[in-house]
């Protein structure tokens, strides 16, 4: 599934050919999937920005300010060339851009810019982790009272854009079980360093494509930081900082993986 260093390489991307460019028409066939696309109709894009895990593409050239919101659910992706799996096909003056989306989780719809009152998790979200807005202070003031800290970092309320993979690898890179509660000061500022480091790097290499294949750049190739992982996906397989095999098991529902030295139990 589709994190911050995967929505970001897209939304880098894609962001060249949409920018300034007319929207001519916006094709699909689900308009319960695809909300209000006929409003973009005709408008220009002004700018391509990224909340999370949402790509924002806002339309502000007249009144009223519009924003396209595009959720990759688990398989979705922008590509340069339709396919078995094309659901939406961005019809632009700069010529088509094709919405490829396997398993059908992903979701998009327009709204006046903003106004995110349908979409509960992007409202309550918090600050980006790659930005000044991801305070140091108020991670560590918020960590303290937090339940088990890898579900609160998937509730997307301490810091965007964190899921199963990038919060396995910061947990393990800051050394914190991932049922540890309340985190004390040094815990909560390792974490916090730890977040901006793994996601800073998964960003710079263009995310992380998996074994079944399903993200990639929009231009074809994969992504490289799974290359780089230290525990997601590496079950039983040794620490490279201390050699312990990695185990894998389930929190939340979420497939866990973690190393028991370095991440000793709470
Ligand atoms: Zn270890």
């Not at 990224?50 to 990759?72: D, N, S, T």
């Not at 019809?91 to 995110?116: C, I, M, Q, S």
């Not at 390792?190 to 263009?206: P, T």
């Amino acid at each position: 599934m589709p994190e911050l260093p995967e929505v970001e390489t897209t939304r880098r991307l894609i962001e060249p050919q949409l920018t300034g460019a007319r929207v001519l028409r916006v094709e699909h066939a689900h308009p319960e999937r695809y909300l209000r696309t006929a409003a973009i109709e005709g408008r220009t894009v002004s700018e391509l920005a990224r909340r999370g895990k949402y790509i924002l593409v806002r339309f502000h050239e007249r009144e009223p300010a519009l924003e396209l919101i595009v959720h990759l659910g688990m398989t979705g992706g922008f590509r340069p060339q339709g396919g078995p799996h094309t659901r939406v096909t961005l019809h632009t003056d700069r010529g088509p851009l094709f919405f490829n989306d396997a398993r059908r989780f992903g979701k998009w719809l327009v709204v006046p810019e903003g106004d995110y009152r349908e979409l509960p998790t992007l409202a309550a979200m918090g600050p980006e982790p790659l930005s000044d807005d991801f305070s140091l202070a108020e991670f560590v003031r918020a960590a303290r009272s937090a339940g088990a800290v890898k579900p609160w970092l998937l509730s997307q309320k301490p810091v965007a854009g964190l899921g199963n993979i990038y919060a396995d690898e910061a947990l393990w890179r800051a050394g914190i079980h991932p049922e540890t509660r309340g985190l004390d000061e040094a815990q909560a500022t390792r974490l916090h360093a730890a977040i901006r480091e793994v996601l800073a790097r998964a960003v710079e290499v263009g995310g992380s494509t998996l074994s079944d294949n399903t993200y990639q750049q929009p231009d074809g190739k994969p992504g490289y930081f799974q290359l780089e992982h230290s525990v997601y996906a590496r079950e039983r397989q040794p620490c490279p900082r201390c050699g312990t095999e990695i185990r894998k098991y389930w929190l939340a529902q979420r497939g866990t993986h973690y190393c028991p030295t370095c991440q000793a139990a709470p």
